[in-house]
């Protein structure tokens, strides 16, 4: 989809979003996992103090992961391994590539306060099912339609 070709946008439904952060959360997650299991020694994961004071102690550094990842991913190409599998993409209000500042907003809101930024995008949704910081950063989430139809209407020529 060509920024120039967008006529119509399918907003994803909450529902596909969360399966797309699902997918990535559980990937970043393992990620995460392994890094502190080789930089702490952790890998006898039983329930004990160590155990809880990494978990305690986790949440930024895996925050700022998690940032980094939708960071580059989604500002890359619009989409991350979750909206790439369920076919969605962030792209800006007007279906074109989101600027970096508009993903770094994005990604900042989904990366540290989620919860706050989901419940406050349902109480105050609009149209376009934006999250608090999709809003601020003037994105939306779309569902990517099937262009195996389209590719039919292509045509190659030679230089």
């Known amino acids: 989809m060509?920024?120039?070709?967008?006529?119509?946008?399918?907003i994803a439904r909450w529902f596909d979003r969360f399966v797309a952060w699902?997918?990535?959360?559980?990937?970043?997650?393992?990620?995460?996992?392994?890094?502190?299991?080789l930089i702490f020694g952790a890998t006898n994961l039983e329930w004990n103090e160590n155990i809880m004071f990494s978990e305690?102690?986790?949440?930024?550094?895996?925050?700022?992961?998690?940032?980094?990842?939708w960071i580059i991913s989604e500002y890359k190409g619009g989409q991350s391994i979750g909206k790439k599998i369920i076919h969605l993409k962030v792209v800006n209000i007007k279906g074109k590539s989101t600027p970096l500042l508009g993903?770094?907003?994005?990604?900042?809101?989904?990366?540290?306060?989620?919860?706050?930024?989901?419940?406050?995008?349902l109480?105050?949704?609009?149209q376009k099912?934006?999250?608090i910081f999709n809003?601020?950063?003037?994105?939306?989430?779309?569902?990517?339609?099937?262009?195996e139809s389209d590719s039919?209407?292509?045509t190659y020529t030679k230089d």
Do not use: M, W
Not at 22 to 36: G, P
Not at 56 to 69: D, E, N
């Open 22 to 37: 699902l997918i990535d959360f559980i990937i970043i997650s393992v990620i995460s996992i392994a890094i502190f299991a």
């Open 135 to 147: 809003k601020i950063s003037d994105t939306i989430v779309i569902k990517i339609k099937n262009t």
């Open 2 to 10: 060509s920024d120039s070709e967008v006529n119509e946008l399918l």
């Open 103 to 121: 993903i770094i907003i994005s990604s900042f809101g989904k990366s540290f306060l989620l919860p706050i930024d989901v419940i406050l995008g």
């Open 123 to 126: 109480i105050f949704t609009n």
């Open 152 to 154: 039919e209407t292509i």
């Open 129 to 131: 099912r934006q999250r």
């Open 56 to 69: 305690s102690t986790s949440y930024i550094p895996a925050s700022l992961l998690f940032f980094v990842y």
